[in-house]
């Protein structure tokens, strides 16, 4: 009886990484797009429901007087809300580290942002419903009326990224 031992090529971790998320054997293909929608994804579910329970109330009109939406500050499951950003300083990009406290990025609604700016993220990103591998033989056309629905679904946010703070020389 003789063995015979051969040597594998031990593949790195990155290329392990890649055949998994590409691979079709897996019971849920996340492909590419799942690695960017799926974090997405869970943050916005995690914000929304943090922000649902205790989010501080938010300066919506612009003339300090703040209103609350969430269950902590006396609104019940039917009348709690995330309360949107300022009409102030409108929907823009307003990340935590560019606030001077975390305060302040509370009182001018940035949950709010946060969560649109993420589902935006995450519908963008996520595999049309008729991409390769499952039909390989779809036609382009089914990919660009998708790309044009995800279009016009994204400009009803009327989202427009700029930024009002004033600027200093």
């Not at 492909?31 to 329970?53: D, H, K, N, Q, R």
């Not at 009409?87 to 946060?114: K, T």
Request: charged residues 15%.
């Amino acid at each position: 009886m003789t063995a015979f031992l051969e040597r594998h090529e031990s593949e790195s971790l990155w290329g392990r990484f890649c055949n998994w998320i590409t691979s079709t054997e897996n019971r849920l293909y996340i492909g590419w797009f799942g690695v960017l929608m799926i974090p997405t994804l869970l943050t916005i579910t995690s914000v929304f429901i943090i922000a649902f329970i205790a989010a501080p109330p938010v300066d919506i009109d612009g003339i300090r007087e703040p209103v609350s939406g969430s269950l902590l500050y006396g609104n019940n499951i039917i009348l709690g809300a995330i309360i949107p950003t300022s009409a102030a300083i409108g929907l823009h990009f307003y990340p935590i580290w560019e606030a001077a406290s975390v305060d302040e990025w509370l009182y001018n609604g940035s949950p709010y942002e946060l969560i649109v700016l993420h589902f935006l993220l995450g519908v963008v990103f996520r595999t049309p419903p008729t991409s390769p591998p499952f039909e390989f033989a779809s036609p382009p056309i089914s990919l660009l009326s998708f790309l044009l629905l995800e279009g016009k679904q994204t400009s009803k946010f009327g989202v427009f990224f700029h930024d009002n703070r004033a600027k200093t020389h």
